[in-house]
């Protein structure tokens, strides 16, 4: 018999290889436009301006927006996640950049091979893993700050639950994704993912398009990089 799914394997249990195959219309195409109030062209643009030729992309999704914002040149990318079948999709969607591949819980240590990146994107993650919105995205930032160059940018996106307008289509999206573990976000608040930011880079920027937070953060403080060499 199959052992119960953990909190973290339910947030992406959902995303299959036939799932995936539809990801694109249904998350990015009616989803994004019709419930969520944020049109992917918006996700689109927080890439074109911060993703770089040396990047990490934590939480990979279906590859789109990588595949539609990396340039031509020369590239160094790394995929990371948790989920098996999103690696091998989004990679496939993105092999001529021979991209490396890290399977990974980003809710605990992580440890990658090589240099640091320039940019580390992290996109619609955030609101599928378990806990409340401050606690998970300042670990996840925790463990990926040791792998951002220090004039590096770390970016992305997460759907909120509270203390926004919701419209009424969203709000029953999001209890029914949130009964069945595929989101964790039902307190997940804008004051949250500001905190975190705040205390963690010298700047950052949010802004709230529908019910989806776009962040960006650059610059480590100095006593956030002393707590992670262990200093503090």
């Known amino acids: 018999m199959k052992a119960e799914l953990t909190d973290v394997e339910r947030g992406y249990a959902v995303y299959t290889r ?4 539809i990801y694109d219309r249904f998350v990015l195409g009616f989803l994004n436009q019709a419930v969520w109030k944020c049109p992917t062209e918006e996700l689109l643009t927080l890439y074109r301006a911060h993703i770089s030729t040396n990047h990490l992309e ?11 914002t990396l340039p ?33 819980n980003i809710l605990e ?13 992290l996109n619609y993650v955030l609101h599928c893993l378990p806990g409340n919105l ?7 930032i925790d463990h990926l700050a040791p792998y951002l160059h220090e004039k590096g940018t770390l970016f992305g996106s997460t759907i909120l639950g509270t ?3 919701i419209p009424w289509l969203a709000r029953v999206m999001m209890k029914r994704f949130n ?22 880079f010298k700047t950052f920027n949010v802004e709230v398009q529908g019910c989806v937070v776009l962040f960006w953060g650059k610059g480590l403080r100095d006593g956030f990089q002393r707590r992670l060499k262990g200093l503090e």
């Open 18 to 21: 036939r799932s995936l195959s």
């Open 58 to 68: 934590a939480g990979v999704g279906s590859g789109f927006f990588l595949e539609k």
């Open 72 to 104: 031509e040149s020369e590239v160094r990318l790394a995929l990371l996640d948790a989920n098996r079948d999103c690696l091998e999709y989004a990679a496939a969607r993105v092999e001529k950049f021979r991209p490396e591949i890290h399977q990974e």
């Open 109 to 121: 240590s992580i440890e990658l091979p090589g240099a640091g990146f320039d940019s580390i994107g």
């Open 134 to 140: 401050e606690t998970k995205a300042g670990l996840v």
């Open 163 to 165: 203390e926004i307008q």
């Open 179 to 200: 009964t069945k573990g595929i989101f964790s976000n039902e307190n997940d608040s804008l004051g949250a993912i500001m905190e975190v930011l705040s205390s963690r």
